[in-house]
């Protein structure tokens, strides 16, 4: 089953205009850490915001706010007075703290296949 | 710029060599962390280090090693080559591991092709 599923492939917004990117997860830890990053036509790849399970307010970072919705297991970005540059591709991944398990997953991002955002002049 | 510095930025080579791609983590991060972004798996994780010993590891083929040195810099080593391991290979770093908010941090990428 999927870890982290985004289900828009692509999404149009006008410049100064917010918009919302869909990130839903499934995991069965209670610890566990939510991040977005941006990657630019130019291939790096760019933190933008993290949210963690236990985190009772929703994050923000400047234009960018992490819609969490825990019992439905949302993360979605959302990202306030676009502008040209945000055009770019983003993704949702997901960090498991699986403690209790003693497993050997500590580390590793799960990633979704991400959305592509378009901002139109 | 987020600190981390990988090299070669690209790398074109044949069916069959063997390549190692650098990365230098930011000052301070003991981490680092390997992924594979292709276009049909998209972004897979790789293998992570964690002050010189070996954490972590995902789906990584027996062709591939990695390790970590003492001054913290890693290097992914990539062997017999196949057309399908053209991809963009990204190190990532970070502080620590095992914490759920430890966020990784991510080089530029290196971009290999093989003809």
């Known amino acids: 089953a999927q870890k982290i599923t985004q289900t828009q492939p692509g999404m149009f917004v006008q410049e100064k205009e917010a918009v919302t990117l869909d990130c839903t997860y499934d995991?069965?830890?209670?610890?566990?850490?939510l991040f977005w990053y941006k990657q630019p036509s130019s291939g790096e790849m760019i933190f933008l915001i993290y949210?963690?399970?236990?985190?009772?307010q929703n994050a923000t970072e400047g234009r960018y706010s992490l819609n969490f919705q825990k019992a439905r297991k949302s993360a979605n970005l959302v990202i306030s007075a676009s502008q040209l540059g945000d055009s770019a591709m983003y993704f949702c991944?997901?960090?498991?703290?699986?403690?209790?398990?003693?497993?050997?997953?500590?580390?590793?991002?799960?990633f979704g296949q991400g959305t592509i955002l378009t901002v139109h002049p | 710029d987020s600190g981390v510095t990988q090299t070669p930025k690209h790398l074109i080579t044949a069916t069959g060599q063997r390549v190692t791609l650098r990365c230098s983590p930011r000052?301070?991060?003991?981490?680092v962390y390997w992924y594979q972004q292709s276009l049909d798996q998209g972004l897979q994780f790789l293998i992570q280090?964690?002050?010189?010993?070996?954490?972590a590891k995902g789906n990584i083929l027996e062709r591939f090693s990695a390790q970590q040195f003492p001054d913290l810099h890693s290097e992914l080593n990539l062997s017999s080559l196949e057309l399908g391991d053209s991809a963009l290979y990204f190190c990532?770093?970070?502080?620590?591991?095992?914490?759920?908010?430890?966020?990784?941090?991510f080089g530029p990428g290196t971009r290999l092709t093989v003809l």
């Open positions: 990532a770093s970070s502080v620590e591991y095992g914490r759920a908010g430890d966020t990784q941090y």
């Open positions: 995991t069965s830890d209670p610890s566990y850490g």
């Open positions: 949210q963690g399970s236990y985190d009772q």
């Open positions: 991944a997901m960090r498991e703290a699986p403690f209790y398990a003693g497993g050997t997953s500590y580390g590793k991002l799960t």
């Open positions: 000052s301070g991060d003991l981490s």
């Open positions: 280090y964690y002050n010189g010993e070996e954490r």
